[in-house]
């Protein structure tokens, strides 16, 4: 006989899902321990696991997943080839669809390019502090992308408007923000996106005090520091519109002592996720305002299900010993900000859990 967790960690299925289709009557176990409700599986059970989380991999839709376990099981496996061809046929005219639709989407996006006024086409000059400059830099350089599929997500973007310059970073599952006053700009926008070697080059240089310089000639740039100099080509992409990402609702918000909470997510049990995912921590804020991690088999309807790393990074990269978190629904944005600087914070995005 083997555990629950056994049987998630040898099928695939993650514990909840193992739950999830035992209360669905697609795979229950052959046990259920009176007393502590604790459930175990047969040996003859791992099959039909290993086979579940195959066809769960395969979006099979749960009406089909049992007729195939069951035909699987009577050994009729006419009906078994005749579900999986069903099913192969459906993904098939799915994605035909979705390169139709693509090649439309494709066809506004050019269209939408071509009409736009470039916000990277500008010469600036303008002075900002090392110091808040090098801070921003620090608070942002933990989300950028090293996704080769998206070059533009590959950098920093600065963002400058007015007397700010705000930095920006992105890899789909997190964004964080940071702003640094800046001098000398005549107020109209401008957005480059500088490579993440060229930033790090850059933040090298900003271990001094006083003002150093920001140019920005069209698809160049390159910042002054006393005798150094890091310059080179931007990136030659647009960056996502970062502001329409913003959290919009704020949710329960919870000051968190930034060396504890740490401490607590490293001795909490990790969650599994979406196939994929990597490790989880599952959070729920109090009405108190304090923040509990959740236990295993845990089902509060406002926990939120985050990437572990992902999270202690963006601890890590807000610099205080406190912190604001922000939740809303399970499904919405955590914002991670500063109590004392409101124009610098970090957005993870949650992950779901297993059925």
């Known amino acids: 006989m083997r ?7 040898d099928s695939g299925l993650g514990v909840s899902a193992l739950r999830f289709y035992d209360g669905a009557g697609v795979l229950v176990p052959a046990w259920v321990d009176p007393v502590s409700g604790y459930r175990w599986y047969g040996p003859e059970q791992l099959e039909e696991a290993r086979l579940l989380a195959r066809l769960r991999r395969a979006g099979m839709p749960l009406p089909d997943v ?26 098939e005219q799915g994605l035909s669809e979705a390169r139709s639709e693509f090649s439309a989407l494709r066809v506004l996006v050019d269209h939408r390019e071509n009409s736009m006024t470039s916000l990277r086409s500008a010469t600036v000059r303008l002075t900002v502090a090392a110091p808040g400059l090098a801070a921003a830099l620090d608070s942002v350089r933990f989300a950028a992308s090293a996704d ?25 599952y997190r964004m964080a923000v940071a702003r640094a ?8 926008r401008v957005q480059v996106i500088v490579p993440t070697a060229l930033a790090d080059a850059m933040r090298a240089l900003l271990d001094v005090s006083g003002p150093v310089r920001l140019r920005v000639d069209g698809a160049r740039v390159a910042l002054e520091a006393g005798s150094g100099e890091a310059a080179g080509q931007c990136l030659d992409h647009d960056f996502p519109d970062y502001r329409r990402l913003l959290p919009q609702v704020v949710g329960r918000r919870a000051l968190v002592e930034v060396a504890a909470f740490r401490q607590a997510l490293g001795a909490g049990r990790a969650r599994s996720g979406e196939a994929g995912a990597r490790d989880l921590s599952v959070l729920r804020v109090e009405d108190g305002g304090t923040v509990t991690l959740c236990t295993e088999g845990s089902e509060e309807p406002d926990r939120v299900a985050l990437d572990r790393g992902f999270l202690l990074d963006a601890l890590t990269a807000g610099a205080r010993d406190q912190l604001i978190l922000e939740l809303g629904t399970p499904t919405a ?17 949650p992950v779901r859990l297993e059925d």
């Open 333 to 349: 944005p955590i914002a991670i900000r500063r109590p004392d600087d409101e124009n610098t914070f970090s957005i993870l995005m």
């Open 3 to 9: 555990s629950i967790g056994e049987m998630a960690r």
């Open 181 to 188: 006053r800046t001098a000398g700009h005549d107020g109209s």
């Open 66 to 91: 049992r007729l195939v376990l069951a035909s699987w099981s009577g050994a009729d496996t006419d009906l078994v080839r005749k579900l999986l061809t069903a099913h192969l046929r459906r993904l």
């Open 148 to 172: 080769p599929e998206l070059p533009m997500l590959g950098g920093v973007l600065f963002d400058i408007e007015g007397e700010s310059l705000h930095v920006v970073t992105t890899d789909r």
